[in-house]
C-alpha cells in the first residue's frame, strides 16, 4: 500500500537556527497536508498543497510540493520556541482515495 | 471552529473489558476517522466513516468495531480490551471526501489496559 516517509524522525536546532523536514511518498499523490503536535496535544491542520510545484508560506514556514508531487518539503526560518513539536506530513493518493496515509513525523526541539 | 469532542481524556481498564470511545463533533462533517498513537508508529488508522450507519476498515481494525448511527458521533469499541491496545486513541473529522480538507482532531483519550 501507500507509503509516506518522513525524515529526520528528531531535530534538535538552537533557537534562531533553520530547520526542515522532508517527507516522500511512494506513490504519486493528489495533495499533501501538513500538521503540527504540540507535546501533549493533538495534530493541528497547517496547509495543504494540491498543485505540481506549489509553493505557500505562513509566516516564516515555507512549504513545497514536488513537480512530480511524491515529494514535499516544510522549512521553517529562524525557529523558535513556540515552534517546538511534531510536524506530520500526509497524503492522499488519488481521486476517489478516502484514506488520507500519515508520516510518522519529525520532532523538533528548539534550545533556547 | 469546528470542535472534536472526546469523551474521556484518560481511562484505565481491566483486560476483558469491553470498551467504548465516544466522539462528538459539531460541523456536519460527513467523515470520520478513528487513529491510534503510538510512540515511534506515528499516526494509524483503525476505522473511518464517511456516512451514517457506514464504516470502512482502516490499516489496523483487528480488535475493534465502530458505530455511527448519527452523523455527529463515531463511536470505537474495544470487544475485550487487551494490553497491547494501550495506546493514545485520536478521533478526526473533515467536511467531505472532496480532498480539499484538512482533518480536525480531538484532543484524544489515552487509555491504559492493565
Known amino acids: 500500500g501507500q507509503q509516506v516517509m518522513q525524515i529526520p524522525q528528531y531535530q534538535h536546532v538552537q533557537e534562531g537556527e533553520d530547520f526542515t523536514t522532508y517527507c516522500n511518498s511512494s506513490?504519486?499523490?493528489?495533495?499533501i497536508q501538513w500538521y503540527k503536535q504540540r507535546p501533549g496535544g493533538h495534530p493541528v491542520f497547517l496547509i495543504q498543497?494540491?498543485?505540481?510545484?506549489e509553493v505557500k508560506k505562513q509566516k516564516r514556514l515555507t512549504f513545497q510540493f514536488g513537480e512530480a508531487k511524491k515529494n514535499s518539503s516544510l522549512h521553517i526560518t529562524a525557529t523558535q520556541t513556540t515552534d517546538v513539536g511534531t510536524y506530520f506530513c500526509?497524503?492522499?493518493?488519488?481521486?476517489?482515495?478516502?484514506?488520507?496515509?500519515f508520516g510518522k513525523g519529525t520532532k523538533l526541539s528548539v534550545i533556547p | 471552529d469546528v470542535k472534536v469532542t472526546q469523551s474521556s481524556r484518560y481511562l484505565v481498564k481491566r483486560t476483558g473489558e469491553k470498551v467504548f470511545l465516544e466522539c462528538v463533533q459539531d460541523?456536519?462533517?460527513?467523515?470520520m476517522f478513528w487513529y491510534r498513537q503510538d510512540p515511534g508508529l506515528g499516526l494509524r488508522l483503525i476505522y473511518f466513516?464517511?456516512?451514517?450507519?457506514?464504516?470502512e476498515k482502516g490499516d489496523i481494525p483487528e480488535g475493534y468495531s465502530v458505530s455511527r448511527e448519527k452523523k455527529e458521533r463515531f463511536s470505537l469499541i474495544l470487544e475485550s480490551a487487551s494490553t497491547n491496545q494501550t495506546s493514545m486513541y485520536l478521533c478526526?473529522?473533515?467536511?467531505?471526501?472532496?480532498?480539499?480538507?484538512?482533518?480536525?482532531f480531538g484532543s484524544g483519550t489515552r487509555l491504559t489496559v492493565v
Open positions: 466513516s464517511y456516512d451514517v450507519k457506514m464504516k
Open positions: 500526509a497524503g492522499h493518493s488519488g481521486a476517489g482515495s478516502y484514506q488520507l496515509t
Open positions: 506513490t504519486t499523490l493528489s495533495n
Open positions: 478526526a473529522s473533515s467536511l467531505s471526501w472532496q480532498a480539499n480538507y484538512g482533518y480536525t
Open positions: 498543497l494540491v498543485k505540481s510545484g
Open positions: 460541523m456536519d462533517h460527513e467523515n
